[in-house]
């Protein structure tokens, strides 16, 4: 194929984040700057301090950080926590991998519950944990909801549960970095302390925000944390929030978008956003299961519903297969992260998303695997094909009865 050639139609960015942007918020961002001292901009930042709590489904205060989601993962750490203090860590994955990481680098003691990238948080490993940490050491329980390396959602209620059954006074921070706005999330009803978002996965805009979703608790916290921070210091941040601006320049484009991506979400109702993304998940894995694929989550209660990480056979390298598809195709999928590097690929259904963007990115792995000489029986797109009919059948049923 020659490589300069211009390749027609639309790039399908099927990566679990950055997905793609609707165009509606990609002319929300296409507008002239405006004075971030101005009162046009206090208004559109109070628009979207507000609105973004809704969709952490939270009314305590959510902070927006012109930063990629790493920046509010050390901001949820060094606004809260001393140096030394313990935190403990689940290895779900290759995003646990590098939080954990991060948290050796910023003088914390993390302690790190493996895994092997499969499954989600086992709560009785958690349970056993603080059971035995009578004296309080841990100070903060450090969980990812949606592992994007592996395509496993953790349950995090189920960690919550434990924590409040024990007494045990450790803050939970969760990473919902590629869950929000696709999978349901309950900030305040899960009882969350500070949950780490940003802007480029589930909710639709490009990279270049990030949040951090409080609780009074981590807020009170976090006057008498010690470890040393400026930039993501919450308390001048809260500050000039109150009237909606920013203590330093904010990414003032990414809010036009921000503000656009709430009304969309508002538009189809969460719920509905929620219910769309397990459909298309669902129609993956049934792709999947008849090309005779291995799905790399191990537990059906953990699947994903933003990404679906595939297992290729032995032999066979999934970098070859992703490289095949991108070329023929215009189609990216995810690669395998670290240790999953050649072994798995992953394709992202998140975001603004639709049964034809679905089966078109299905349809296109079907030929790669084809084209790549992978070994796999035909019908996976037949597969889904059937079922989303189903689905839209039972919707289109239930519309005619009310
Ligand atoms: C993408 C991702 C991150 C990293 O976010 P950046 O925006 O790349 O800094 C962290 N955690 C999870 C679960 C992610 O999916």
Same mark, same amino acid.
């Given at each position: 194929?020659?490589?300069?050639?211009?390749?027609?139609?639309?790039?399908?960015?099927?990566?679990?984040?950055?997905?793609?942007?609707?165009?509606?918020?990609?002319?929300?961002?296409?507008?002239?700057?405006?004075?971030?001292?101005?009162?046009?901009?206090?208004?559109?930042?109070?628009?979207?301090?507000?609105?973004?709590?809704?969709?952490?489904?939270?009314?305590?205060?959510?902070?927006?950080?012109?930063?990629?989601?790493?920046?509010?993962?050390?901001?949820?750490?060094?606004?809260?926590?001393?140096? &030394?203090?313990?935190?403990?860590?689940?290895?779900?994955?290759?995003?646990?991998?590098?939080?954990?990481?991060?948290?050796?680098?910023?003088?914390?003691?993390?302690?790190?519950? &493996?895994?092997?990238?499969?499954?989600?948080?086992?709560?009785?490993?958690?349970?056993?944990?603080?059971?035995?940490?009578?004296?309080?050491?841990?100070?903060?329980?450090?969980?990812?909801?949606?592992?994007?390396?592996?395509?496993?959602?953790?349950?995090?209620?189920?960690?919550?549960?434990?924590?409040?059954?024990?007494?045990?006074?450790?803050?939970?921070?969760?990473?919902?970095?590629?869950?929000?706005?696709?999978?349901?999330?309950?900030?305040?009803?899960?009882?969350?302390?500070?949950?780490?978002?940003?802007?480029?996965?589930?909710?639709?805009?490009?990279?270049?925000?990030?949040?951090?979703?409080?609780?009074?608790?981590?807020?009170?916290?976090?006057?008498?944390?010690?470890?040393?921070?400026?930039?993501?210091?919450?308390?001048? !941040?809260?500050?000039?929030?109150?009237?909606?601006?920013?203590?330093?320049?904010?990414?003032?484009?990414?809010?036009?978008?921000?503000?656009?991506?709430?009304?969309?979400?508002?538009?189809? &109702?969460?719920?509905?956003?929620?219910?769309?993304?397990?459909?298309?998940?669902?129609?993956?894995?049934?792709?999947?299961?008849?090309?005779?694929?291995?799905?790399?989550?191990?537990?059906?209660?953990?699947?994903?519903?933003?990404?679906?990480?595939?297992?290729?056979?032995?032999?066979?390298?999934?970098?070859?297969?992703?490289?095949?598809?991108?070329?023929?195709?215009? !189609?990216?999928?995810?690669?395998?992260?670290?240790?999953?590097?050649?072994?798995?690929?992953?394709?992202?259904?998140?975001?603004?998303?639709?049964?034809?963007?679905?089966?078109?990115?299905?349809?296109?792995?079907? !030929?790669?695997?084809?084209?790549?000489?992978?070994?796999?029986?035909?019908?996976?797109?037949?597969?889904?094909?059937?079922?989303?009919?189903?689905?839209?059948?039972?919707?289109?049923?239930?519309?005619?009865?009310?």
């Amino acid at each position: 194929m020659n490589t300069s050639q211009r390749p027609a139609g639309r790039h399908f960015l099927q990566i679990p984040g950055p997905s793609a942007v609707p165009d509606r918020i990609l002319r929300a961002i296409d507008q002239q700057v405006i004075d971030h001292r101005g009162p046009e901009f206090g208004a559109l930042g109070r628009e979207v301090l507000a609105g973004v709590k809704e969709v952490f489904q939270t009314v305590h205060p959510v902070i927006i950080y012109p930063a990629s989601g790493t920046g509010a993962w050390e901001a949820a750490l060094v606004n809260t926590l001393c140096a &030394g203090d313990a935190v403990l860590m689940v290895e779900t994955g290759h995003f646990a991998a590098l939080w954990h990481k991060m948290a050796l680098k910023l003088g914390l003691k993390p302690e790190f519950l &493996g895994g092997d990238w499969s499954r989600g948080i086992d709560a009785n490993e958690i349970e056993a944990r603080l059971t035995a940490d009578t004296k309080h050491v841990i100070k903060a329980v450090c969980v990812v909801h949606n592992e994007t390396s592996s395509g496993v959602t953790s349950n995090v209620v189920a960690v919550r549960r434990v924590m409040d059954k024990l007494k045990h006074p450790a803050l939970l921070m969760v990473d919902t970095i590629s869950s929000l706005g696709s999978i349901d999330y309950r900030h305040d009803e899960w009882g969350v302390d500070v949950t780490i978002g940003g802007s480029q996965k589930g909710m639709m805009l490009p990279p270049g925000l990030s949040f951090n979703a409080l609780s009074p608790k981590a807020l009170l916290l976090s006057k008498t944390a010690t470890l040393p921070r400026a930039y993501w210091a919450w308390d001048d !941040m809260l500050e000039a929030n109150k009237t909606g601006y920013f203590p330093f320049t904010p990414a003032t484009n990414l809010l036009y978008g921000l503000r656009e991506a709430i009304k969309m979400l508002r538009e189809e &109702g969460l719920a509905n956003v929620f219910a769309r993304h397990d459909r298309h998940a669902e129609a993956t894995r049934r792709a999947v299961r008849a090309w005779g694929l291995e799905i790399l989550c191990a537990n059906p209660a953990e699947y994903s519903s933003v990404v679906t990480a595939v297992v290729l056979p032995a032999g066979h390298d999934a970098d070859r297969l992703r490289d095949i598809i991108l070329s023929h195709f215009n !189609m990216s999928l995810g690669m395998g992260l670290a240790k999953l590097k050649g072994k798995v690929f992953r394709i992202g259904h998140l975001g603004d998303f639709n049964d034809l963007t679905l089966m078109a990115a299905l349809s296109g792995v079907e !030929m790669g695997l084809e084209l790549a000489g992978v070994p796999h029986k035909k019908g996976g797109v037949d597969a889904a094909i059937q079922y989303l009919a189903e689905c839209a059948k039972s919707k289109t049923v239930a519309k005619i009865a009310a």
